[in-house]
């Protein structure tokens, strides 16, 4: 099992910042891949960026690319999301989820995390 624990998020003015933390527990077996969601209210979960824990192999949605970057700190098992020069579309409940399976052409698809941490909300105005 893999426990996930989001914290970090808060309000911020149009072309702030915030920075997301999710601290994972459990067999790393499960989490080669680490990635965060969001969802909006009335939208589906879109996967935002994952990093390949062993690698440190990153993947981006074109909607948040050159604005948020996604790292780790192995020795605290934990990622982060690094969120730059935010919009009002950027809204959303933020999730950090992992993986034991790793794919670059499907890390978007959110059927493919079995573990979810319970979210953190982002709001920009």
């Known amino acids: 099992q893999v426990q996930l624990v989001e914290s970090g998020g808060g309000s911020v003015q149009a072309g702030g910042s915030l920075r997301l933390s999710c601290a994972a527990s459990?067999?790393?077996?499960?989490?080669?891949?680490m990635a965060w969601f969001r969802q909006a209210p009335g939208k589906e979960r879109e996967g935002v960026a994952r990093?390949?824990?062993?690698?440190?192999?990153?993947y981006y949605a074109d909607s948040v690319k050159g604005r948020f970057t996604i790292s780790q700190d192995n020795a605290k098992n934990t990622v982060y999301l690094q969120m730059n020069s935010l919009k009002p579309e950027d809204t959303a409940m933020y999730y950090c989820?992992?993986?034991?399976?790793?794919?670059?052409?499907?890390?978007?698809?959110?059927?493919?995390?079995?573990?979810w941490g319970q979210g953190t909300q982002v709001t920009v105005s």
């Open positions: 990093i390949a824990t062993g690698s440190g192999n990153t």
């Open positions: 459990g067999y790393t077996y499960n989490r080669n891949c």
């Open positions: 989820a992992a993986t034991g399976y790793c794919n670059g052409g499907t890390w978007q698809k959110s059927g493919l995390y079995p573990f």
